[in-house]
């Protein structure tokens, strides 16, 4: 399979689509915010996962929802890249740099088979599938988007992780010409994120090549990104560079940014407030309602994927590593 055609399958049965939420007063925040060590992450590592079982048929129940679609031109107008701009209109209207053929992902750490490797040949062999998922970003506001992409676990198996790959780093391009945000210091660049290997290797992460049946846009993280759906959106990183199998947790954006504000998990978690605003409710955007003055509606526990991933983290202190 080419990856014109990875890209391009049709989406199955899709209706409508829509859009992201303003982020954050970032460097105002930055600037004032004490800058308090995350409660978790200042000891050494969480306690090691507990054992879990899924069955196919108990993760394809996660695959889909009947929910109404967020707009596809919500989806790609209304985005957090702060790699192409801090507004949430900057992505979708910057300047069309980034080069995203060919795009060659460097694969290292703890496995049998590091290396650089061309997007096909990482892709090779699979067949696209669509991935109906709810969005929930840490700000408040909620998106339906239909993904198209494969089962991340699918693709690190082909790099033999050791049995000293504890987690897994990844990280998003960082090139002036083509991602021209990054000469202002509103992160430290590059973007990195991190997962638990098992939350790597779960069916619901997906590495989404597209959304709607067509390629990503640039705006959406092209041409390649994470969806991690039961956790907040900046888990999800953009257009990834790079992916290594690591021992111990790595460090990641924007918990390196505000500690105190983002933590490594970042799973939804409607208990756990945000120390700025509450994550009890979310403003929904989906079919033709307002984007701004969208309904609120109540936030699931794990984005609604508990009957999927509540098993990871049992017996964890989902307050102290939030």
Known sequence: MSLRDALRIPAAEITDESVYRERRRLLAALSVAPAMALSGCGQAEPPPPPKVSLTPAQARSGFRTDETLTRFEDVTTYNNFYEFGTGKADPSKAKRTLRTSPWTVAVGGHCAKPGKVSMEDLLKGFKPEERVYRLRCVEGWSMVIPWLGVPLADVLKRFE????????????????????????????????????????????TLLATGLYGKPLLQQNGAPLRLVVPWKYGFKSIKSIVAIDFVETMPETAWHQAQPSEYGFFSNVNPTVDHPRWSQKTERRISGTASKLFAERIPTRMFNGYADQVAGLYRGLDLKKWF
Do not use: C, N
């Open 161 to 204: 992780p050791t049995s000293q790959a504890k987690y897994v780093a990844f990280t998003t391009i960082a090139d002036p010409k083509q991602t021209p945000g990054v000469v202002w210091p509103s992160l430290d660049w590059p973007y990195r994120e991190g997962l638990r290997i098992d939350e790597a290797m779960h069916p619901l």
